[in-house]
C-alpha cells in the first residue's frame, strides 16, 4: 500500500462536533461527529448520507432513543424516536428503500422493556412498532429489511414451564405489524441473538446461549421457512464466549464477537466461518493479553472488516477496525488516544470508498458520549 492517506477536513464545524485525527501510515482515524451525552451503536451508510443511532442523555436522568443524520460540515441532524420520560436506545439500523428501520427497546412506567422497531422515512417517526408485550424485559438488538418485510433479532424474557430466563427470538414485521417468527432458544438457560443477516431465503442470527454451568457459548443460527434449521455453536462452552455480529459475503456466513482467554482473565476478540452446519474459528484478532472484542463485520471484496475495542498495557480502551484478508489480520485504524479517554466502537458501515464506524468515547469522569469515526479511502482500489 503506497502513499499515506490524510483526512481533509471542511472547517465550517458547528456545536456539537469535534474532530480529532491520528495518522497511522495509511489511513486516519478522525472523529467527524459528536453528539450530546450519550452513546452510538449503530450506524449505516445510505448514498451520500450516513445515518447512526443509539442514545442521548437527557437531564432528567433518563436516556432517549435517537436516530442522527451526520452530514460534512453540519451538525448532526437528531431525529428523536421517544420523548424521553423513559429510558430507550436503539442498538441496530437497516436502510430500505426511502426508509430507515432502527431496533432497540423502551421502558414503560412498570420498568418493563418492550423490543421496538421504529420506521423513520422523511426525518420524522411514522411507525412505532412493539415487538414483543409490555409486561416483559425484551430488547431488539439487530434489524434487517428485504423489500417490504424486515426481520429483527433480540430476546424476551421467557417464562413459560415455570421458567425466567432470557430466550433469543427473531420477529418479522410486514405492513406495520410485528409477529414472532422463531423462538432461537426454548428459555431453559439464558440467551440472546445480537446480530441478524439474510442470505437467500435464510436468516442467520448470531448471539450466545448459557449452557448448565453457567457459561455463555457463542452460537449462530441458521431459519428458513420460519423455523431455525440448524443450530450451530462456534465455542464448546468451557469458556464464555458471544458472537455480537454476523454477515453473508464473501462466498461464506462470517460471525465476530469474543472468548475468554484460558485463564478466564482477558476476553479475545475473534472472526468465525460457517460453512453449512459447521463452524471453525477463522482467525484471533487479539492475542488474549489484554480485554478486547469484536462487536462488528462487514465482508467487502476480497476482505473482512471488523470493528470492537482491546484495552491497552495502561487499561485505557482504543476503538479499533481490524481489515482480515485469508486468515491473515491487520489493524486497519484505531482511535487516537484523547487524554487516555476509553473508546469503543460498536458498529461499522462502508459508503463508497471510505468506512464509518459508531461507537462511544468516555473521559477520565465517566462521562459518555456518542461518536462516529471516518476511515477515508480505506476501500479505495479493491483495498
Not at 432497540?104 to 420524522?124: C, F, L, M, P
Not at 431455525?228 to 465455542?235: F, K, N, Q, R, S
Amino acid at each position: 500500500m503506497s502513499g499515506k492517506k490524510r483526512l481533509t477536513v471542511c472547517l465550517c464545524l458547528t456545536a456539537g462536533i469535534t474532530l480529532a485525527a491520528q495518522n497511522l501510515g495509511s489511513f486516519s482515524f478522525a472523529a467527524i461527529a459528536s453528539a450530546e451525552a450519550g452513546g452510538a451503536a449503530a450506524i449505516t451508510a445510505d448514498g451520500d448520507s450516513v445515518y447512526a443511532a443509539g442514545y442521548k442523555d437527557n437531564p432528567s436522568g433518563t436516556a432517549a432513543a435517537g436516530v442522527w443524520k451526520i452530514s460534512d460540515c453540519r451538525a448532526p441532524e437528531l431525529v428523536p424516536l421517544t420523548d424521553g420520560k423513559y429510558d430507550a436506545g436503539v442498538s441496530a439500523l437497516a436502510a430500505a428503500g426511502d426508509s430507515l428501520y432502527a431496533a432497540g427497546y423502551e421502558d414503560n412506567a412498570s420498568h418493563k422493556a418492550a423490543a421496538r422497531v421504529w420506521k423513520i422515512t422523511g426525518g420524522r417517526v411514522v411507525e412505532r412498532i412493539s415487538l414483543s408485550g409490555e409486561r416483559s424485559w425484551a430488547r431488539a438488538s439487530a434489524v434487517a429489511a428485504a423489500g417490504d418485510v424486515v426481520y429483527a433479532a433480540g430476546f424476551d424474557y421467557d417464562t413459560r414451564d415455570g421458567g425466567a430466563n432470557y430466550a433469543a427470538k427473531v420477529w418479522k414485521i410486514t405492513g406495520g405489524r410485528a409477529a414472532e417468527l422463531a423462538a432461537l432458544t426454548d428459555g431453559g438457560y439464558d440467551a440472546g441473538a445480537a446480530a441478524i443477516a439474510l442470505d437467500g431465503d435464510s436468516l442467520y442470527a448470531a448471539g450466545f446461549e448459557k449452557n448448565a454451568f453457567y457459561k455463555a457459548a457463542a452460537k449462530v443460527w441458521k431459519i428458513t421457512g420460519g423455523r431455525v434449521v440448524e443450530d450451530i455453536p462456534l465455542t464448546d462452552g468451557k469458556r464464555n464466549a458471544w458472537a455480537a455480529a454476523v454477515t453473508a459475503g464473501r462466498g461464506g456466513v462470517y460471525a465476530a464477537g469474543g472468548e475468554a482467554n484460558p485463564s478466564g482473565a482477558a476476553d479475545i476478540a475473534k472472526v468465525w466461518r460457517i460453512t453449512g452446519a459447521r463452524a471453525e474459528e477463522l482467525v484471533s484478532l487479539t492475542d488474549g493479553r489484554y480485554n478486547a472484542g469484536a462487536a462488528a463485520i462487514i465482508a467487502r471484496g476480497d476482505s473482512l472488516y471488523a470493528a470492537g475495542f482491546e484495552a491497552a498495557p495502561s487499561g485505557t480502551l482504543a476503538a479499533k477496525v481490524w481489515k482480515i484478508t485469508g486468515r491473515q489480520v491487520s489493524v486497519l485504524a484505531l482511535s487516537p488516544p484523547a487524554g487516555g479517554n476509553d473508546a469503543k466502537a460498536a458498529a461499522i458501515a462502508a459508503g463508497g470508498d471510505s468506512l464509518y464506524v459508531a461507537g462511544v468515547e468516555t473521559n477520565a469522569s465517566g462521562a459518555v458520549s456518542a461518536r462516529v469515526w471516518k476511515i477515508p479511502g480505506a476501500l479505495a482500489g479493491g483495498r
